[in-house]
């Protein structure tokens, strides 16, 4: 049962262009939601992250969407940049103590 | 500033193996976590730590174990090493209602 779902494995975007990121939950009692970043090799990095009880939140050429009703969030990247390429994985966090879920993650190319 | 080490960045098992992954963070963190992640998965919660001498399972734990005797480490022991546990092995670390900071892995085949 995945509770947290990015059902685009893969996402290809010419430079200077707009990504957007998907994810979709089902748990009503996560409270908190964030993006990694990841490069091969390396361990996922925080990019950005939004409350429940907000619908946006922005930070430079980052803004995540959040629609409740829905159970779902986007990750918007504008312009995309070549060092963008990486793989985002959406998580969500419960109600009860810091323990996150994560989806699957989202290859993104962003192309020169 | 070292954040999250992990050791070692890979190994080879054999099939009934034992081994331990290291993790340490120096950040004073209370809460830990050790995920692992699959080929074109996300990452799964084996085992996390609010505190020292606090562990609990998360969602895969079989087949692992873990102790959490100081704040700084948190290891992960595998017992008879098996195919399955061929994966990408995560530390992290957070304060208790902020978000992660991970090591780099360990990549650990079992053949």
């Known amino acids: 049962d995945q509770q947290v779902k990015q059902n685009s494995p893969s996402l290809s975007v010419q430079e200077g262009r707009i990504s957007i990121l998907n994810c979709d939950y089902t748990?009503?009692?996560?409270?908190?939601f964030l993006w990694y970043k990841k490069y091969p090799a390396e361990g996922p990095t925080f990019l950005i992250s939004?409350?429940?009880?907000?619908d946006k939140n922005e930070d430079g050429r980052f803004t995540v969407f959040l629609n409740k009703s829905a159970k779902h969030l986007s990750l918007h990247i504008v312009p995309s940049q070549p060092g963008d390429s990486a793989v985002y994985f959406c998580?969500?966090?419960?109600?009860?103590?810091?323990?996150?879920?994560f989806g699957g993650g989202t290859r993104v190319l962003v192309k020169p | 500033n070292a954040g999250v080490t992990q050791t070692p960045k890979f190994r080879i098992l054999k099939i009934g193996q034992s081994m331990t992954l290291q993790c340490t963070q120096d950040?004073?963190?209370?809460?830990m976590y050790w995920y692992r992640q699959d080929p074109g998965m996300g990452l799964k919660l084996i085992y996390y730590?609010?505190?020292?001498?606090?562990?609990d399972k998360g969602e895969v734990p079989n087949g692992y174990n873990v102790s959490r005797s100081t704040t700084e480490d948190f290891p992960l022991r595998l017992e008879l090493a098996a195919p399955s546990q061929t994966s990408v092995y995560f530390c992290?670390?957070?304060?208790?209602?902020?978000?992660?900071?991970f090591g780099s892995g360990t990549r650990l085949t079992v053949v």
């Open positions: 730590s609010v505190g020292a001498g606090i562990t």
């Open positions: 998580a969500a966090r419960g109600a009860a103590g810091n323990k996150l879920t």
């Open positions: 950040m004073n963190h209370n809460y």
């Open positions: 992290a670390s957070s304060h208790w209602d902020r978000g992660y900071t």
């Open positions: 939004i409350s429940s009880i907000k």
């Open positions: 748990n009503s009692m996560f409270d908190y």
